[in-house]
């Protein structure tokens, strides 16, 4: 018996006859079998030629070939002929899904489940990007059995595609969706004001409202007799913030941190200028 192997899915090469039938007179007419286990055949529609091209194949199949004399001299059958066909190279599993901050270093990439199939004999690994998690791109020299994706400044997908030793594939391993999110903005708070001397100026409010990361924020208030130096307002912990009353100018600012850990952001500063007492 005379086998090859090919990968699931794949067309096999040419079948055909290496040497020829002898006897009678010469004259001879052909007709092919298949058959699943090599012992059931079935007569291939249309293989009538002494070679033959099977088509793609997902199973191991077998193939026979019987010379019939043209004089009416008998036949023989020719050996048989196995394709192997491996079973196809499963996907591989990987794992870590992950919230970034922009810039942020993102977990290294494992293999969790191992592709098996296409003949094994050892795999070769192709690791992949994509901003959509359709259209892929291979990623440079990126070809171990783990990926690092360093620091990441936008949204990506990784995968890894998977390559038989005998060439089968490649299988594609589910994806993972590494989430950067925006940088964080503080936002702006509201307009300068002039106030009496000892009286008590409008609430600091958010004239435009802080943004990015996961939108989670804390707020902490500060003022300042000069702009310079600044002091944490004790209590001061809310989004809007209301001073009391006032005997000199005075500065004030907000700093808005990420609960998530991405840093804070200060916003611009708010100036109260106190008029001197009447």
Same mark, same amino acid.
């Not at 090469?13 to 298949?34: A, M, N």
């Not at 944490?232 to 912990?237: E, F, N």
């Given at each position: 018996?005379?086998?090859?192997?090919?990968?699931?899915?794949?067309?096999?090469?040419?079948?055909?006859?290496?040497?020829?039938?002898?006897?009678?007179?010469?004259?001879?007419?052909?007709?092919?079998?298949?058959?699943?286990?090599?012992?059931?055949?079935?007569?291939?529609?249309?293989?009538?030629?002494?070679?033959?091209?099977?088509?793609?194949?997902?199973?191991?199949?077998?193939?026979?070939?019987?010379?019939?004399?043209?004089?009416?001299?008998?036949?023989?059958?020719?050996?048989?002929?196995?394709?192997?066909?491996?079973?196809?190279?499963?996907?591989?599993?990987?794992?870590?899904?992950?919230?970034?901050?922009?810039?942020?270093?993102?977990?290294?990439?494992?293999?969790?489940?191992?592709?098996?199939? @296409?003949?094994?004999?050892? /795999? $070769? *690994? &192709? #690791?992949?990007? !994509?901003?959509?998690?359709?259209? =892929?791109?291979?990623? +440079? %020299?990126?070809?171990?059995?783990?990926?690092?994706?360093?620091?990441?400044?936008?949204?990506?997908?990784?995968?890894?595609?998977?390559?038989?030793?005998?060439?089968?594939?490649?299988?594609?391993?589910?994806?993972?969706?590494?989430?950067?999110?925006?940088?964080?903005?503080?936002?702006?708070?509201?307009?300068?004001?002039?106030?009496?001397?000892?009286?008590?100026?409008?609430?600091?409010?958010?004239?435009?409202?802080?943004? @990015?990361?996961?939108?989670? /924020? $804390? *707020? &902490? #208030?500060?003022? !300042?007799?000069?702009?310079?130096? =600044?002091?944490?307002? +004790? %209590?001061?912990?809310?989004?809007?913030?209301?001073?009391?009353?006032?005997?000199?100018?005075?500065?004030?600012?907000?700093?808005?941190?990420?609960?998530?850990?991405?840093?804070?952001?200060?916003?611009?500063?708010?100036?109260?200028?106190?008029?001197?007492?009447?």
């Amino acid at each position: 018996m005379l086998f090859r192997s090919i990968c699931n899915g794949s067309i096999p090469s040419l079948i055909e006859t290496v040497v020829s039938p002898s006897g009678g007179d010469g004259t001879y007419t052909y007709q092919w079998y298949e058959s699943l286990d090599g012992s059931s055949w079935s007569l291939v529609s249309g293989g009538t030629l002494d070679d033959y091209q099977p088509g793609v194949l997902t199973d191991t199949m077998y193939y026979q070939l019987d010379y019939i004399s043209g004089s009416g001299c008998g036949s023989g059958l020719s050996n048989v002929s196995e394709v192997v066909v491996f079973p196809s190279v499963t996907s591989a599993q990987i794992s870590g899904d992950q919230d970034l901050c922009y810039g942020g270093v993102a977990d290294t990439i494992n293999i969790d489940v191992y592709s098996t199939g @296409g003949g094994e004999v050892g /795999y $070769t *690994y &192709q #690791w992949q990007w !994509s901003s959509d998690g359709i259209s =892929w791109i291979d990623l +440079t %020299g990126s070809t171990s059995t783990y990926f690092a994706p360093g620091s990441l400044v936008s949204s990506v997908y990784y995968r890894v595609a998977v390559v038989s030793g005998y060439g089968c594939g490649p299988s594609y391993s589910n994806s993972v969706y590494m989430n950067v999110y925006d940088v964080l903005n503080s936002g702006v708070v509201g307009l300068d004001q002039t106030i009496c001397y000892n009286t008590v100026p409008a609430e600091f409010d958010f004239t435009t409202l802080a943004s @990015g990361v996961d939108g989670d /924020y $804390t *707020y &902490q #208030w500060e003022e !300042s007799i000069d702009g310079l130096v =600044w002091t944490t307002i +004790t %209590g001061a912990t809310t989004a809007p913030y209301q001073a009391g009353s006032l005997t000199d100018t005075m500065y004030y600012r907000s700093i808005v941190s990420s609960v998530f850990g991405c840093g804070s952001d200060t916003t611009n500063v708010i100036t109260v200028d106190v008029y001197e007492d009447f």
